[in-house]
């Protein structure tokens, strides 16, 4: 009991505790305030008028023809282009962003540093300016067939192609796949690994056993943001398809380009179920938001 006594006297009282009788904390939820103003004005206005666009007609009426526009021939073919592509550009993005996160994650702080620093220095381009990059690399006057002809080698046809719009997703969304993923990675405690190896496992079994299911959450996060805007694009496919490949992004511009907003709310609401369905699947799989960067 006395020992109990002296460790109750000596022992010192965090600055919580008076806050416990004390008065309450000072409040924050002001500093909030420019974000919720951003958010409602941003945000949350604009998602209002797509909604009543798209579910109303010119009479202003309630109607879902404007949904069920996405069931025409031109515009299912052109959602259905959309997918296809960008499925193809978000598994490139994954097969070349992983084992580039690994080696980032693994090599020495300064290099890392840098390395990073240069997959986010494109980003600081405006992103129309790099697209334009591109057409002037792929076109058949441009570098690389000029490169080509100076060898005295074949000329290759990559614009106005799906091969051109895939190497421009990739370009642009490669380093919202490979930040998530090396954002987790470097949180893999690396006691565990070398209790893996200490317990026998090699190389492969180690990284199928221990790293991949550790990654799951920053590869379900990098899936998610290269494929919401690969799906969602008409930038790309409009100068590196040269409008010759529509995708539903380049229909839905289209629709507001003439002015028909109800159409082209219409069809982006359908889209947006493919982005409920995709943050769901990362809350699910990230709940805790590790993955974030």
């Known amino acids: 009991m006395k020992i109990r006594n ?4 000596r022992t010192p009282k965090s600055p919580l505790h008076k806050n ?8 924050t939820k002001w500093l909030s305030l420019p974000y919720m103003v951003w958010m409602i004005g941003f945000i949350i206005i604009p998602l209002i008028v797509i909604i009543y666009y798209g579910l109303t007609s010119n009479d202003k009426s309630f109607t879902l023809d404007n949904v ?10 052109a959602l259905g282009y959309a997918l296809q592509l960008s499925l193809v550009s978000t598994v490139i993005c994954l097969l070349l962003a992983y084992p580039l996160a690994m080696i980032l994650s693994k090599s020495r702080m300064n ?6 620093m240069i997959i986010i220095l494109p980003m600081w381009m405006n992103f129309l300016l790099r697209t334009i990059a591109w057409q002037n690399i792929l076109e058949k006057t441009g570098i690389i067939n000029t490169i080509l002809k100076f060898f005295k080698l074949p000329a290759v046809n990559i614009i106005n192609t799906p091969a051109a719009i895939i190497l421009g997703m990739v370009y642009n969304f490669l380093p919202f796949m490979v930040l ?6 470097i949180k893999i405690d690396q006691d ?4 893996a190896r200490d317990l026998g496992a090699n190389g492969f079994q180690t990284f199928l056993k221990i790293i ?11 899936i998610t943001m290269v494929f919401v805007p690969s799906l969602t694009t008409f930038v790309i496919s409009a100068i590196l398809g040269g409008n010759k490949i529509v ?3 380049n229909v839905i511009e289209q629709q507001f380009r003439v002015g028909n907003w109800h159409a082209g709310s219409g069809l982006s609401l359908v889209l947006m179920i493919f982005i409920l369905i995709s943050m769901a699947i990362l809350s699910k799989y990230d709940k805790e938001g590790s993955s974030l960067w």
């Open 247 to 249: 995708l539903i992004g």
């Open 192 to 195: 565990v690994i070398n209790a």
């Open 180 to 185: 998530p993923i090396y954002n987790v990675m």
């Open 68 to 77: 069920t526009l996405i069931m025409d021939s031109i515009n299912f073919k």
């Open 20 to 27: 416990e009788t004390g008065p309450s904390m000072p409040k």
């Open 6 to 9: 002296i460790l109750k006297t």
């Open 111 to 116: 290099s890392n540093s840098f390395i990073v």
């Open 212 to 222: 991949l299911p550790l990654s799951i959450p920053g590869v379900i996060s990098g």
